[in-house]
Nanobody, 116 residues
Framework: QVQLVESGGGLVQTGGSLRLSCAAS????????MSWYRQAPGKERDLVARISMAGGSTNYADSVKGRFTISRDNSKNTVDLQMNSLKPEDTAVYYCNANRLAFTYWGQGTQVTVSS
C-alpha cells in the first residue's frame, strides 16, 4: 500500500536548522510531484514547498523563500526539506504530500517546534 513516512522533526532554537525527510513506497514515485505542507494549531494546512517530478522545478511559500530548500532523489524514493534560519512561526506539523492528477497521498506528519 501507499506509504509516506516523514522523519527529522524536533525541537530547535530560533536560527537553527532541521532537515526533514519523507520516504515513499507503494506508488511510482518519479511520476508524482512532491510537496511539503505544514499546519500550525488552529490554522489551515498550507503549502510550504513543491518539487516537480524530475526535480527541475521548485516553488516555495513566500514565508520560507531563501531559508528552506526542497529536494528529491528518485533513485531512493525520498524527498527532503532543508530548513535553515528557523523562526518560531515555523512551528507546525509538517506533512509530506504526493500528487499526480486526481491522486493525492499524505504522510502522518512530523512535529517541528522552534523555541524563541
Amino acid at each position: 500500500q501507499v506509504q509516506l513516512v516523514e522523519s527529522g522533526g524536533g525541537l530547535v532554537q530560533t536560527g537553527g536548522s532541521l532537515r526533514l525527510s519523507c520516504a515513499a513506497s507503494g506508488f511510482t514515485f518519479r511520476n508524482y510531484a512532491m510537496s511539503w505542507y505544514r499546519q500550525a494549531p488552529g490554522k489551515e494546512r498550507d503549502l510550504v514547498a513543491r518539487i516537480s517530478m524530475a526535480g527541475g522545478s521548485t516553488n516555495y511559500a513566500d514565508s520560507v523563500k531563501g531559508r528552506f530548500t526542497i529536494s528529491r532523489d528518485n533513485s531512493k524514493n525520498t524527498v527532503d526539506l532543508q530548513m535553515n534560519s528557523l523562526k518560531p512561526e515555523d512551528t507546525a506539523v509538517y506533512y509530506c504530500n504526493a500528487n499526480r492528477l486526481a491522486f493525492t497521498y499524505w504522510g502522518q506528519g512530523t512535529q517541528v517546534t522552534v523555541s524563541s
